[in-house]
């Protein structure tokens, strides 16, 4: 229910900011009808007037494809008029309102990206603190072949200044994502290859710092202190196996459910040897935090400001990059994240800085759908007004109707070779 409610707020909200603008600037060049009845039914349940324009209210529902808009005369709802259609206005005027939402999206995204990055006091792990005991990698990393202990130098062939920057969603999602490590004395490229799906479904971590981890507590009672175990103690083998990070002791003790085994722990300067029983559940009974230093850093306005401004090209980047290999008939499947909800599993807590930053991106993918002639998109609807500029001629509205079907068809197309990518790629 909580998932229903996050992806349903998300696509309210990117919707809303869009329609406002789109709204806002028609009314302030009046490039509109004079009557809108938005939703469905023949009887509006309210309305409101904003300067010359009389909006009808029925049954709205703010979502993509659903949100139905009319033209309403008499009390008879008929079809909107196009902002190309309003030939008494200017060219530029007309122009603005088709874009108008899509400028308004981009200036949102860039907005709250700006505000979220200003107001975070960063507490991360720098790359010098990192690389001092290395990476603890899940499953998934190791099948992309990371090994515990790898150092990892660069990625995408920049440098990098904390752990955080490794697994940003820009990152996650770029298919051509790759990573240089050091390795005893070797130096290795790798290239993300794990499915991303897979990981919010059924991981907690891609990978972590291999940082040791010291007891800070005891649970009486549990096998830890009745096996003698202190505050301070850091475990550093479970019977033959080296273990340093903690999700490293999870999985280990998780293995040995049930059994008793031999534990070796640091003691100031001493190693101890201690025999205990793991729980049927994998525990021992402790609490533990990180011997890992954490620095802090809050970004100054101008630094915000122009990480707020590089984030939405940044995605609008990745995804042309994404279109392309489609296009191209390259399509790796493997990089997907469905919907906010998705997305926020993926990236994060789902709470309200993280629903707004996930908003952010969504709304910085929105001038992307509208810079390609898709259906119902700000480039197909500027496709009449762009011919009545280059050859002064009014555009028809059936000849719309036929370059509107031919957006479809791209999408059909889209998809169609999305399909027939995987289909393929199974043999």
């Given at each position: 229910?909580?998932?229903?409610?996050?992806?349903?707020?998300?696509?309210?909200?990117?919707?809303?900011?869009?329609?406002?603008?789109?709204?806002?600037?028609?009314?302030?060049?009046?490039?509109?009808?004079?009557?809108?009845?938005?939703?469905?039914?023949?009887?509006?349940?309210?309305?409101?007037?904003?300067?010359?324009?009389?909006?009808?209210?029925?049954?709205?529902?703010?979502?993509?494809?659903?949100?139905?808009?009319?033209?309403?005369?008499?009390?008879?709802?008929?079809?909107?008029?196009?902002?190309?259609?309003?030939?008494?206005?200017?060219?530029?005027?007309?122009m603005l309102v088709i874009f108008a939402g899509t400028i308004?999206?981009?200036?949102?995204?860039?907005?709250?990206?700006?505000?979220?990055?200003?107001?975070?006091?960063?507490?991360?792990?720098?790359?010098?603190?990192?690389?001092?005991?290395?990476?603890?990698?899940?499953?998934?990393?190791?099948?992309?072949?990371?090994?515990?202990?790898?150092?990892?130098?660069?990625?995408?062939?920049?440098?990098?200044?904390?752990?955080?920057?490794?697994?940003?969603?820009?990152?996650?999602?770029?298919?051509?994502?790759?990573?240089?490590?050091?390795?005893?004395?070797?130096?290795?490229?790798?290239?993300?290859?794990?499915?991303?799906?897979?990981?919010?479904?059924?991981?907690?971590?891609?990978?972590?710092?291999?940082?040791?981890?010291?007891?800070?507590?005891?649970?009486?009672?549990?096998?830890?202190?009745?096996?003698?175990?202190?505050?301070?103690?850091?475990?550093?083998?479970?019977?033959?196996?080296?273990?340093?990070?903690?999700?490293?002791?999870?999985?280990?003790?998780?293995?040995?459910?049930?059994?008793?085994?031999?534990?070796?722990?640091?003691?100031?300067?001493?190693?101890?040897?201690?025999?205990?029983?793991?729980?049927?559940?994998?525990?021992?009974?402790?609490?533990?935090?990180?011997?890992?230093?954490?620095?802090?850093?809050?970004?100054?306005?101008?630094?915000?400001?122009?990480?707020?401004?590089?984030?939405?090209?940044?995605?609008?980047?990745?995804?042309?990059?994404?279109?392309?290999?489609?296009?191209?008939?390259?399509?790796?499947?493997?990089?997907?994240?469905?919907?906010?909800?998705?997305?926020?599993?993926?990236?994060?807590?789902?709470?309200?800085?993280?629903?707004?930053?996930?908003?952010?991106?969504?709304?910085?993918?929105?001038?992307?759908?509208?810079?390609?002639?898709f259906p119902k998109s700000a480039a197909l609807k500027s496709?009449?007004?762009?011919?009545?500029?280059?050859?002064?001629?009014?555009?028809?509205?059936?000849?719309?109707?036929?370059?509107?079907?031919?957006?479809?068809?791209?999408?059909?197309?889209?998809?169609?070779?999305?399909?027939?990518?995987?289909?393929?790629?199974?043999?």
């Open positions: 229910m909580e998932q229903v409610y996050y992806s349903l707020l998300g696509f309210l909200f990117i919707n809303f900011v869009y329609l406002f603008f789109k709204f806002l600037i028609a009314i302030i060049l009046g490039v509109h009808d004079e009557q809108i009845f938005l939703g469905y039914g023949h009887h509006e349940a309210f309305k409101i007037r904003i300067k010359k324009l009389t909006i009808y209210f029925g049954l709205f529902i703010p979502l993509p494809w659903l949100a139905k808009f009319y033209s309403y005369k008499n009390e008879t709802k008929g079809r909107i008029t196009f902002e190309w259609e309003f030939f008494e206005k200017s060219k530029v005027f007309r308004g999206s981009l200036l949102t995204s860039i907005l709250i990206f700006t505000i979220l990055s200003y107001q975070e006091l960063d507490q991360y792990i720098s790359k010098e603190e990192l690389n001092k005991f290395g990476i603890f990698p899940s499953e998934f990393a190791e099948s992309s072949g990371f090994k515990k202990g790898d150092l990892i130098l660069k990625v995408n062939g920049e440098d990098y200044d904390r752990f955080e920057d490794l697994l940003s969603p820009l990152t996650l999602l770029n298919d051509s994502s790759y990573y240089e490590i050091l390795r005893e004395k070797d130096t290795l490229i790798l290239q993300s290859s794990w499915d991303l799906d897979k990981i919010a479904e059924n991981a907690s971590f891609i990978f972590a710092p291999n940082a040791p981890y010291e007891i800070m507590g005891l649970v009486d009672g549990m096998p830890a202190a009745k096996s003698g175990m202190k505050e301070g103690d850091i475990i550093t083998k479970i019977d033959s196996i080296n273990v340093s990070s903690q999700q490293e002791i999870k999985n280990v003790f998780a293995l040995y459910s049930g059994d008793t085994v031999e534990v070796q722990v640091k003691r100031d300067k001493e190693f101890l040897l201690t025999t205990l029983k793991v729980s049927e559940d994998g525990m021992i009974g402790y609490y533990s935090v990180s011997l890992i230093e954490y620095s802090l850093y809050q970004k100054n306005i101008p630094e915000a400001f122009i990480e707020g401004v590089s984030s939405p090209f940044k995605i609008i980047g990745i995804n042309l990059k994404a279109l392309a290999q489609l296009l191209g008939a390259e399509v790796a499947t493997n990089k997907k994240a469905n919907g906010p909800v998705r997305i926020a599993n993926l990236f994060g807590d789902r709470n309200t800085a993280q629903f707004f930053r996930i908003s952010a991106l969504l709304l910085a993918l929105i001038p992307l759908w509208d810079l390609f002639p496709m009449p007004l762009i011919y009545e500029i280059a050859f002064e001629r009014r555009f028809k509205y059936e000849s719309f109707i036929k370059i509107r079907r031919v957006g479809w068809f791209i999408i059909v197309t889209l998809f169609a070779v999305t399909i027939i990518n995987d289909i393929v790629s199974l043999f």
